[in-house]
């Protein structure tokens, strides 16, 4: 008789490292929001005025990103260049992809709006890839779409209506970390003719070992709460809370040294 796996490791709802290392991230939290996390395929297709794809950047480490593109009511876009937002996903560092319907219905609405592309990438996940390697996946997102803009990698919608000009860093929660992480790593960087617009670090996740009051008086929900978010930096970095924030504390300012 086979014996029973053991957890070794669980984020409440949403993570479960087990003791053969295999890892499970199906939703067990409340059944009502977990159409949130449910995957949307691309569709090349316009549906609702915004047409996706999956293009994988790097056969090496799976990378892969996904592009939203606004379109019109006769499909393509009609105006010839659209600003970029190159977008990195929260979730702890451990969890959420891209294609989930939570970004899919907010990036589908804001393509629309602002008539913009969005490129979000595919993060590598701890803690089958312990941090810092969704920085590495953001600094090599980075360097396709410079190659995209160069002409020396081949992507059509890219090509054809971005405003390589105009390229806005977008995340949300640790995402924002990247955000954040990504800018100073490439600011020194010669990435002509992709031109840094701007920064959008939307709540990004940055923790202290001190708590701050915001942290402390964070309101709890069955999607997030204190103790999730402490398990999340432990599992990210493969160590106690305490000492991944000191991790992330020496990237910030290893990071702000490089811009000086």
Sequence with gaps: MASKKKILEEVSGW?????????????????????????????????????TRDVPIDTNTSLAVRIYIPGSEYGLPVQDKMPAL???????FCISRPDWYMYYHFYSRLVRSTRAFCVSVYLRLPPEH??????????????WLRGVARGEISESWL??????????????????????????????????PVKLAGGVA??????????SKSFVELPESPLLTRDMVNKFMGVAAGAKVTKTIGLLAQWGRRRRRSLE
Excluded: Q
Aim: overall charge negative; proline content about 8%; charged content about 25%.
């Design 130 to 143: 312990r941090l810092p390697a969704a920085c590495d996946d953001a600094h090599a997102a980075f360097l």
């Design 202 to 211: 939307i709540h990004p996740g940055f923790l202290r070992v001190e708590p």
């Design 159 to 192: 090509r054809s209506h971005a405003d390589f000009g105009r390229v806005f860093l977008v995340g949300d929660s640790t995402g924002g970390n990247i955000v954040h992480d990504l800018a100073a790593r490439v600011g020194g960087l010669e990435s002509e």
């Design 15 to 51: 993570l479960r490292v087990y003791d053969d290392y295999s890892v499970d991230r199906s939703w067990t939290g409340p059944p009502e929001v977990e159409f949130l996390m449910k995957p949307v395929p691309p569709h090349e297709d316009f549906k609702d005025g915004v047409a």
């Design 86 to 92: 190159l977008h990195f996903h929260g979730g702890g």
